[in-house]
């Protein structure tokens, strides 16, 4: 397997614009999350799925973020409008099970988001 | 709210160096704590995982104990070499509909040739 699948790799966009980040996670994990990394806040979860549905996403700061997971091979970050404080590096995981004690998660090579 | 605290922030020793790293948190209801490994410019990957019930696991030169009662963990590193310098960063997991994966910011090690 290609592992987790993130694009962009690097973005670049204006105040105020729409951004998408995609995530394709590894065949077979039936759980999907997104994670934001700062210098100031380290990595912190933003929202997380089981089988497309949203489980828990109190770690989504505010109404311009949304998710989505149409199918179980991928999954959607939208930013609208932006702003120069989501620059940051969003990372997705994936992760066949979870709460068993034993789970781990795999993470793609994240997307570098700068907000000009 | 959990809390994970890693101690210290940055460490720079000389290559063929014992050493260890430090995680503390500040829940002890969790159902097991992980030591990742970061790249500059990549993604995590997970070097081991300690279930709540163990005490220890170990990986080639790496070891990584768990003290729950205590809130800490120790991620030790025999015979440091250069290709052992990144970010390691610790996080631990709730249980239940608690799920979630809490990190800490992490420590940069430099090992120096």
């Known amino acids: 397997d290609a592992g987790v699948i993130q694009s962009p790799r690097h973005e670049v966009t204006e105040m105020g614009q729409e951004v998408t980040l995609r995530c394709k996670p590894i065949s077979g994990h039936d759980y999907l999350f997104w994670y934001r990394q700062t210098m100031m806040r380290g990595l912190e979860l933003l929202i997380y799925f089981n089988n497309n549905v949203p489980i828990d996403d109190s770690g989504m700061p505010e109404d311009r973020f949304s998710a989505k997971m149409p199918n179980a091979s991928f999954s959607t970050l939208k930013i609208q409008p932006s702003e120069p404080r989501d620059s940051a590096v969003y990372f997705c995981?994936?992760?066949?099970?979870?709460?068993?004690?034993?789970?781990?998660?795999?993470f793609g090579p994240g997307t570098r988001l700068t907000v000009l | 709210k959990q809390e994970v605290t890693q101690i210290p922030a940055a460490l720079s020793v000389p290559e063929g160096e014992n050493l260890v790293l430090n995680c503390s948190f500040t829940?002890?209801?969790?159902?097991?704590l992980q030591w990742f490994r970061q790249d500059p410019g990549k993604g995590l990957t997970s070097l081991l995982l300690i279930q709540s019930s163990q005490r220890e696991q170990t990986s080639g030169r790496l070891n990584a104990s768990l003290d729950k009662s205590s809130g800490r963990s120790t991620l030790y590193i025999a015979a440091s070499q250069p290709g052992d310098s990144a970010t390691y960063l610790c996080?631990?997991?709730?249980?239940?509909?608690?799920?979630?994966?809490?990190f800490g910011k992490g420590t940069l090690l430099t090992v120096n040739p």
């Open positions: 829940d002890s209801a969790i159902y097991n």
């Open positions: 996080a631990v997991s709730g249980r239940g509909s608690n799920y979630k994966l809490t």
């Open positions: 995981a994936s992760s066949w099970v979870v709460g068993t004690g034993a789970d781990t998660q795999y």
